[in-house]
């Protein structure tokens, strides 16, 4: 998309009515319509993410550099491994017109979303590109508009965002940490934001896969009881009386929160909710008038 074509001016004026609704702009991050989305939300003092994929995309001068108009830069290891971020880090999704690159991206977020492998959230497709595609997907499978909306103007996609997106997962890219983060002040969202900054800055997502972190999981905890194995008892209470044992259980127990939080990431489990209906059912499993001050097996 050139400057000062129908499809830049589009996303440029995107790009801007999605800063000045409270958006984060998140998109592959190099130029056309990308630059025109993030040019146009930094114009209007937004905050801009581009999950770039410097590895496989080559211009003339070789790879492909990050458009100027980025806050965060997050490089993907690979075309596949690029989408997944984008879909997994964004409460909404606008798809442009575009190529074959935009239609992989949106069959891959619309059978995540369709099939609920991500919580759902609304996919907006701008103009009438798409359109035939949609109409022929659609026409057997009415089920497939769920959380499908169409849009031809930039003011209209933002109103569908602003109706529908999952708020909160933008504010995992807030550009600084706060200080003095403790379990009074902290969230949840907050601890994910810490440990993803971390895995990113060293591009450790492809060893950052269930099967590896539940495992990471039952390692930690292992090493946890190491530090109880053979006490006695009454040696329990000695143990909060040892400033460096109580520092190397508290490194241990964060070990295991770490990997729990990237493994509730990976898999799109939100933990406040899962901990909450667990409990629910938990209640009802053991009432509390039956098993007060002591346990059997139900």
Not at 44 to 73: A, E
């Amino acid at each position: 998309a050139p400057d000062g074509g129908d499809a830049f001016r589009f996303a440029y004026e995107l790009g801007r009515r999605l800063a000045d609704a409270g958006f984060e702009t998140l998109n592959g991050g190099h130029d056309g319509t990308m630059r025109a989305a993030s040019r146009g939300a930094k114009d209007q003092g937004g905050v801009t993410v581009g999950v770039t994929c410097p590895n496989m995309l080559r211009g003339r001068d070789g790879p492909l550099q990050p458009n100027p108009h980025l806050d965060v830069i997050l490089p993907a290891p690979d075309m596949l491994a690029r989408v997944n971020a984008m879909m997994r880090l964004s409460g909404g999704f606008v798809v442009l017109d575009g190529g074959t690159g935009t239609l992989c991206e949106l069959a891959i977020v619309w059978e995540h979303v369709g099939k609920r492998f991500i919580p759902p959230r609304p996919i907006v497709i701008a103009g009438n590109a798409w359109d035939a595609l949609i109409d022929r997907m659609t026409s057997d499978r009415p089920s497939a508009t769920d959380h499908l909306h169409r849009a031809t103007t930039p003011e209209s996609i933002v109103a569908i965002l602003a109706d529908h997106a999952v708020r909160g997962t933008r504010a995992r890219y807030a550009k600084t940490h706060g200080t003095g983060i403790n379990d009074t002040t902290a969230t949840v969202a907050q601890l994910i934001d810490i440990m993803e900054r971390f895995v990113n800055e060293r591009d450790w997502q492809p060893f950052h896969d269930p099967k590896n972190l539940s495992a990471s999981i039952a390692i930690e905890a292992a090493e946890l009881m190491e530090h109880f194995q053979w006490l006695r008892s009454d040696q329990l209470d000695d143990v909060k009386k040892d400033p460096r044992k109580m520092g190397d259980i508290g490194e241990e127990l964060a070990d295991i929160l770490a990997y729990v939080l990237s493994f509730a990431a990976t898999m799109d489990i939100d933990l406040a909710s899962s901990l909450a209906n667990k409990m629910r059912k938990n209640a009802i499993k053991y009432p509390a008038e039956r098993f007060r001050g002591k346990f059997e097996a139900s």
